[in-house]
């Protein structure tokens, strides 16, 4: 599979403190790719990083034929306001934004292409349920038939699985699973370890660094997941960024 995403040397952080330090590596198309690490080991901003909403202090993230229209992010917290006067239809359709813009209208074919997103994730018959009439794992859902609509290639989920139950987890990571097979790069911020070795073929150990990068089962030993703890546990978070020290 080819590169979708390439990180060379980045560190990644908020008013010249890092979070993430001297970061190298592939995304590749066709590849699932859990980021895991301690609570504070920079998984969100990494995830930031890559989709263009943060930029590097040092260091460059290189998309490789990706234009900001080919990368769907899903943040931790989406901002949706339950109270404010949407259906979950038109939350939805504005998948379609890099295709028909904000304030485009929808076409025969865009609607069929919506009922089937609500179908995906199994929500059909919800399309004209207002927001604040569902509930955290319906609205969930609703997010991820966002992110079927906008057809991107680069997929960036940040823990998409916290608000939800087991059984729309187990329907989302199914959904999630599918996506590789069409070519994709999908990288999610994950907590759950067991979910991680289960169910994507890569990880990616952060404690402010990596750990380790690979194969999702090698990559979460146990003593890479005790070395991730320990490397968290001795960071200083008023640390300025420092140059990188090069291997001996």
């Given at each position: 599979?080819?590169?979708?995403?390439?990180?060379?040397?980045?560190?990644?952080?908020?008013?010249?403190?890092?979070?993430?330090?001297?970061?190298?590596?592939?995304?590749?198309?066709?590849?699932?790719?859990?980021?895991?690490?301690?609570?504070?080991?920079?998984?969100?901003?990494?995830?930031?990083?890559?989709?263009?909403?943060?930029?590097?202090?040092?260091?460059?993230?290189?998309?490789?034929?990706?234009?900001?229209?080919?990368?769907?992010?899903?943040?931790?917290?989406?901002?949706?306001?339950?109270?404010?006067?949407?259906?979950?239809?038109?939350?939805?359709?504005?998948?379609?934004?890099?295709?028909?813009?904000?304030?485009?209208?929808?076409?025969?074919?865009?609607?069929?292409?919506?009922?089937?997103?609500?179908?995906?994730?199994?929500?059909?018959?919800?399309?004209?349920?207002?927001?604040?009439?569902?509930?955290?794992?319906?609205?969930?859902?609703?997010?991820?038939?966002?992110?079927?609509?906008?057809?991107?290639?680069?997929?960036?989920?940040?823990?998409?699985?916290?608000?939800?139950?087991?059984?729309?987890?187990?329907?989302?990571?199914?959904?999630?699973?599918?996506?590789p097979r069409e070519g994709r790069a999908v990288i999610v911020v994950l907590h759950d370890l067991e979910l991680a070795r289960d169910a994507f073929?890569?990880?990616?150990?952060?404690?402010?660094?990596?750990?380790?990068?690979?194969?999702?089962?090698?990559?979460?030993?146990?003593?890479?997941?005790?070395?991730?703890?320990?490397?968290?546990?001795?960071?200083?978070?008023?640390?300025?960024?420092?140059?990188?020290?090069?291997?001996?």
């Open positions: 599979m080819s590169a979708a995403v390439r990180l060379h040397d980045v560190t990644l952080g908020y008013e010249r403190h890092p979070a993430v330090h001297h970061l190298d590596g592939v995304f590749e198309a066709g590849r699932l790719t859990a980021v895991v690490g301690p609570n504070g080991s920079g998984k969100s901003t990494l995830l930031r990083g890559v989709a263009g909403a943060l930029e590097p202090l040092s260091g460059r993230i290189e998309l490789q034929g990706l234009k900001p229209r080919d990368i769907a992010y899903l943040p931790q917290d989406p901002g949706v306001d339950r109270n404010f006067p949407m259906t979950l239809g038109e939350l939805v359709a504005l998948g379609f934004w890099n295709k028909r813009g904000l304030f485009g209208g929808l076409r025969r074919a865009d609607r069929e292409r919506l009922h089937d997103a609500f179908a995906a994730v199994g929500l059909h018959g919800f399309e004209d349920r207002p927001l604040n009439a569902v509930s955290g794992g319906q609205l969930q859902r609703a997010l991820f038939a966002r992110v079927l609509l906008q057809d991107a290639r680069l997929i960036l989920l940040d823990e998409p699985f916290s608000a939800v139950d087991q059984k729309t987890t187990a329907d989302l990571v199914e959904l999630i699973q599918r996506w073929t890569d990880a990616l150990l952060l404690a402010r660094e990596k750990v380790a990068w690979g194969p999702a089962r090698e990559t979460l030993r146990p003593e890479n997941l005790l070395k991730a703890r320990r490397l968290s546990e001795a960071f200083d978070a008023h640390a300025h960024v420092c140059r990188r020290t090069e291997d001996a």
